[in-house]
Structures are given as structure tokens and as C-alpha cells.
């Protein structure tokens, strides 16, 4: 169903384009999507089941998780669909919330049961379901959890129309943030792999060791036979401050970007220097919500302009140079 020429590096160049950084991340993905439909082509076995690989994203928030799903689910033409885990706990019928999610997954293979049995259904916010998260009128993130591993193992689930969609082969991807991971996992960190002469290649074991173990998500709240579904496990790491200023000036659709085409627009050049990109970068930092606080930031020191612009149509540029000097405003002759 995958075509030929979506290679794991044509899905990574495709990435590239809107989700900066997390190069480990995308590799994991795109190898993941890539041999999944590889191996329902070839390697079906008697009951036409596979082996499957199901990915486990991990990393702080708006680090980019919950768009390089996104994005990837716009470049595949295959069955894609997004839940969200903490909606599935907040209600008491996640069976229900579940089907739905199925059925949407029918809708986009345009009903063709065949193609949906090998789509993609991504599961965000999976860190919500620790077993010891209950609130009241809601499931227990535990119960959820088993409510999900019935589908990721493959069980036929009887949909609306009664029609049976069978889950054995649909490829799951779980995104969460596990705040508080990075303790557990210092904590064991003692049971890992140390370099016992010199000879032992310190990178690979520097590797396994900054590997998350299905232990270290056991001790945060998964249940064992949750994580035991999820055998790839790829990291995402914190923004750095260059990659903070590309995600909003270069990026494909950064919101520098959207913003010269809404002046365009209004027939005015915005032009922003680079010290202003360096300047929110360094906010953000401080904010420590990833990418998520630039657009705020951005659009504070982008708001009066723009509500002068309308009422000034002689206005025909406007240059910022730095977040803390007045914009310049360029007039027609
Ligand atoms: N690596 C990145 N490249 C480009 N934009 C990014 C990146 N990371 C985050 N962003 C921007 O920040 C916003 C929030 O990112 P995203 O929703 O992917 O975070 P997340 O990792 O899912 O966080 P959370 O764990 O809080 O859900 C995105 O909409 C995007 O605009
Ligand atoms: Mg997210």
C-alpha cells in the first residue's frame, strides 16, 4: 500500500521540511512506517499476521511529537488516525471512544476494510494513562491501557455497521512526554552497561544506556504488557536555541513565514531582523515549553502592527530589528 519511492529517507527529506531537529526520532519513524508496510508484503504468515514493530515516542513537550505524526500522516497515502489518550480516560466508555477511532480509520480508507486493517492509528498523550491517574465519572489510565492492548495485539472489533474491522496488522505509534522519566531512568541507571576495558566502544555503550527501558515505563505507570507492545522506542530531545530560530523563520510553514504572507496581503514587506528571532529564542528558553511559547511571543510584538495596518494603506513596509525598539514604518510616496 506504501509506495515504492516512500523510502525511509524520502519520508525523513519530507520531515525535514516542517520539523526541525529529532533526526533519531524521524530515522525511527520513517524505518518503522517503511518495513511495516514491508513486511505485511512479504512476510504474512499463515493467518496473514506480522510481527509488528509499534513506536514509542518520548521527549519533553512541544519538542515536536505530536507534529512529526502530523505531518507524516499528510505525507502517507495510507489510513492515518490521531486519538487522544487523556480523552479516552476522561470518559467512562473508552471501548466506545475506541471503536470510534476505528471507524475513522475505515472512513479515510474510504471503506475499504482491507486498507484500514494496515493503517496507521497514533495514540497521543499515552503518559496520561499511568495507572494511578482517576478522577471521578472517568477510566483509570490502567483500564485504558488494557482497553488498548486488546487492539494492539489484534482482536477483530465489531464496528458500527457491523461490520468487523481486525486490528492485528494496524501499526501503533504512542507519543508521550513522561515528565519525571529522565529520574527513573537516572535511578537505574546504575543496572546498565558500563565499560568494563578499554577496548568496550564507549558510544555504543553510551547508547544503551541513554536507552529507555520498559522497566524505567513500568515504573512510571505503564503496565508491563502495555510496554511489552511497544518494542521501538525513540527519544526526542530539548530545542536549541538555533533550532528555535529556524522553527520560526525557515521552518516550511514557520509563522515568520505566515506572517509576511498575511502583510503581502495588506500590500506591506514585513521584515524582521535576526536579533528578534534571537531574542524570543532566548524567552523560550526560559519558558521551558519547548516551541510551544514562541508563537505567543511572536504574535505579541506582531498584534500592534497589525492593528495599525488596516487604517494606514500608505504604509508600505515595516522593519523590526529588536524585540525591545519601536518597528519602523515605511510610508509610500
Ligand atoms: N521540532 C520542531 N520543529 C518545528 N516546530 C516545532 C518543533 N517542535 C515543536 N514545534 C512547534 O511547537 C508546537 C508544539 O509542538 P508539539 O505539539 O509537536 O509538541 P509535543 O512534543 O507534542 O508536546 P506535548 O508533549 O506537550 O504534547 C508545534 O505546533 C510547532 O509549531
Ligand atoms: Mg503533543
Do not use: W
Request: net charge neutral.
Amino acid at each position: 500500500m506504501l509506495a515504492r519511492e516512500t523510502t525511509p529517507s524520502a519520508i525523513v527529506r519530507y520531515l525535514d521540511e516542517y520539523v526541525i531537529g529529532q533526526d533519531e526520532a524521524k530515522k525511527v519513524l520513517a524505518v518503522a512506517v517503511y518495513s511495516h508496510y514491508r513486511k505485511i508484503a512479504t512476510l504474512r504468515n499463515d493467518q496473514g499476521a506480522i510481527a509488528k514493530s509499534n513506536v514509542l515516542l518520548v521527549g519533553p513537550s512541544g519538542t515536536g511529537k505530536t507534529l512529526l505524526c502530523d505531518t507524516l500522516s499528510r505525507m502517507l497515502k495510507v489510513p492515518f488516525v490521531t486519538a487522544d489518550a487523556t480523552s479516552l480516560a476522561q470518559t467512562k466508555y473508552a471501548n466506545e471512544e475506541i471503536e470510534a477511532a476505528l471507524q475513522r480509520l475505515l472512513d479515510k480508507a474510504d471503506g475499504n476494510i482491507e486498507d484500514a486493517q494496515q493503517g496507521i492509528i497514533f495514540i497521543d498523550e499515552i503518559d496520561k494513562l499511568r495507572s494511578s491517574n482517576a478522577a471521578a465519572g472517568s477510566s483509570s489510565g490502567e483500564s485504558v491501557q488494557h482497553a488498548l492492548l486488546k487492539i494492539m495485539e489484534g482482536s477483530p472489533v465489531k464496528l458500527k455497521d457491523n461490520r468487523y474491522i481486525d486490528t492485528a496488522n494496524i501499526l501503533f505509534i504512542c507519543g508521550g512526554a513522561f515528565v519525571g522519566l529522565e529520574n527513573i531512568m537516572t535511578r537505574t541507571h546504575g543496572f546498565g552497561f558500563i565499560a568494563t576495558s578499554a577496548d568496550d566502544n564507549q558510544n555504543i555503550l553510551d547508547r544503551l544506556n541513554k536507552r529507555v527501558k520498559p522497566t524505567d515505563l513500568f515504573e512510571f505507570g505503564l503496565i508491563p504488557e502495555f510496554t511489552g507492545r511497544l518494542p521501538v522506542i525513540a527519544r526526542l530531545h530539548d530545542l536549541s536555541k538555533p533550532m528555535l530560530v529556524r522553527i520560526m523563520s525557515t521552518a516550511k510553514n514557520s509563522i515568520y513565514r505566515q506572517y509576511i504572507a498575511i502583510f503581502r496581503d495588506e500590500g506591506v514587506e514585513l521584515s524582521i531582523g535576526p536579533r528578534v528571532f534571537e531574542q524570543i529564542a532566548e524567552l523560550a528558553l526560559e519558558y521551558k515549553t519547548g516551541a510551544r511559547s514562541l508563537r505567543g511571543i511572536f504574535e505579541e510584538l506582531i498584534t500592534p502592527i497589525l492593528y495599525l495596518i488596516p487604517d494606514n494603506p500608505e504604509i508600505c513596509k515595516v522593519e523590526i530589528s529588536s524585540l525591545f525598539e519601536d518597528a519602523r514604518y515605511f510610508r509610500r510616496k
